[in-house]
T-cell receptor, first 115, second 112 residues
Framework: NAGVTQTPKFQVLKTGQSMTLQCAQD?????MSWYRQDPGMGLRLIHY???????DQGEVPNGYNVSRSTTEDFPLRLLSAAPSQTSVYFC??????????????FGPGTRLTVT | GNSVTQMEGPVTLSEEAFLTINCTYT??????LFWYVQYPGEGLQLLLK?????DKGSNKGFEATYRKETTSFHLEKGSVQVSDSAVYFC???????????FGTGTRLLVSP
């Protein structure tokens, strides 16, 4: 198993450009999510999905879109990049294993800089 | 609402010193509690977890006890190594939900 994979590892965008951050998992996990990590703020949830065809907003969804057409893939789209979106982005997935034991597996991250 | 508060870092220790990283939480219901570790340039990895009051999670010499009376989940290790240098995140998840709520992270620096 490759686990959770993310591409690209690094990206530089100009303000106003759009792009898609890719996330895939091969563990047949139903739940997938996107976080952003900023200094002094920990990880904040952007969007999440509880299964194919179902997505919902997290804590900081503005400026981002997601879709979940398959169980494996959960891309994150930046519609019009802004410097405030400079961050490290992590994708995570999990599969229910019981009432309280949902372990989330994280990808290696994408470091995005918007100039 | 749910929130997690961690001590600010960085925490700087010499090898073989005792480590404590404080974590307190606010939550409705009975959350599960987690410690994640992030090594330089990598994603987060689950270090340990506890799912109910008085449970002790442990892994790689690290321990944390779920204390409901003080709403705390402090991370401890008896003797740190240089290889433990990383950022440590405390997190909670409420029953029936999969969303994690993270603290701000505490950077640990261990010198030889």
């Amino acid at each position: 198993n490759a686990g959770v994979t993310q591409t690209p590892k690094f990206q530089v965008l100009k303000t106003g450009q759009s792009m898609t951050l890719q996330c895939a998992q091969d563990m047949n996990h139903e739940y997938m999510s996107w976080y952003r990590q900023d200094p002094g703020m920990g990880l904040r949830l952007i969007h999440y999905s509880v299964g194919a065809g179902i997505t919902d907003q997290g804590e900081v969804p503005n400026g981002y879109n997601v879709s979940r057409s398959t169980t494996e893939d959960f891309p994150l789209r930046l519609l019009s990049a802004a410097p405030s979106q400079t961050s490290v982005y992590f994708c995570a997935s999990s599969k229910p294993q019981g009432a309280k034991t949902y372990e989330q597996y994280f990808g290696p991250g994408t470091r995005l800089t918007v100039t | 609402g749910n929130s997690v508060t961690q001590m600010e870092g960085p925490v700087t220790l010499s090898e073989e010193a005792f480590l404590t990283i404080n974590c307190t939480y606010t939550a409705t219901g009975y959350p599960s509690l987690f410690w994640y570790v992030q090594y330089p340039g990598e994603g987060l990895q689950l270090l340990l977890k506890a799912t109910k009051a008085d449970d002790k999670g442990s892994n790689k010499g690290f321990e944390a006890t779920y204390r409901k009376e003080t709403t705390s989940f402090h991370l401890e290790k008896g003797s740190v190594q240089v290889s433990d240098s990383a950022v440590y995140f405390c997190a909670l998840r409420n029953t029936g939900f999969q969303k994690l709520v993270f603290g701000t992270g505490t950077r640990l620096l261990v010198s030889p």
